[in-house]
């Protein structure tokens, strides 16, 4: 079960996506929130190839972003664009609208770390306007 719905997760991120590009998003590991019942945490790694973005989106879930290689420029609806290196972190409520997500570089390849914390079957990204 836990199988089906990181794919499905990753199907819906990819279909988000597709427009503006389609980083390489890696399933690292899902688990139930015993503490938290209905709740459970994703995390995946997410590789944006030079001069790479992703569309428009939100995500069902506390988005917490952990920068490992390269850079990357993040922007959330009504805030700052800013641009993030390796150990430095973002986050998005499940209310934010990330308006902006690309590598920095067009020439170097950026990877990041991504824990979601999500209803447990629900979608955790969707495109958004």
Same mark, same amino acid.
């Given at each position: 079960?836990?199988?089906?719905? *990181?794919?499905?997760?990753?199907?819906?991120?990819?279909?988000?996506?597709?427009?503006?590009?389609?980083?390489?998003?890696?399933?690292?590991?899902?688990?139930? !929130?015993?503490?938290?019942?209905?709740?459970?945490?994703?995390?995946?790694?997410?590789? #944006?190839?030079?001069?790479?973005?992703?569309?428009? #989106?939100? #995500?069902?879930?506390?988005?917490?972003?952990? *920068?490992?290689?390269?850079? *990357?420029?993040? +922007?959330?609806?009504?805030?700052? +664009?800013?641009?993030?290196?390796?150990? +430095?972190?973002?986050?998005?409520?499940?209310?934010?609208? #990330?308006?902006?997500?690309?590598?920095?570089?067009?020439? +170097?390849?950026?990877?990041?770390? *991504?824990? !979601?914390?999500?209803?447990?079957?629900?979608?955790?990204v969707l495109p958004a306007q």
């Amino acid at each position: 079960m836990t199988n089906k719905l *990181v794919a499905l997760i990753l199907l819906c991120f990819m279909a988000g996506t597709a427009v503006a590009g389609e980083p390489k998003v890696t399933p690292l590991m899902s688990k139930d !929130l015993p503490e938290s019942p209905g709740r459970e945490a994703l995390m995946i790694t997410v590789e #944006h190839a030079p001069g790479e973005s992703t569309a428009i #989106h939100r #995500h069902n879930a506390h988005a917490f972003v952990y *920068v490992l290689e390269g850079s *990357v420029v993040m +922007q959330l609806k009504g805030g700052q +664009q800013v641009t993030l290196s390796p150990g +430095q972190s973002f986050y998005e409520s499940p209310d934010d609208v #990330h308006v902006v997500d690309r590598n920095a570089s067009d020439t +170097q390849p950026a990877k990041f770390l *991504v824990l !979601l914390i999500k209803d447990k079957g629900a979608s955790a990204v969707l495109p958004a306007q």
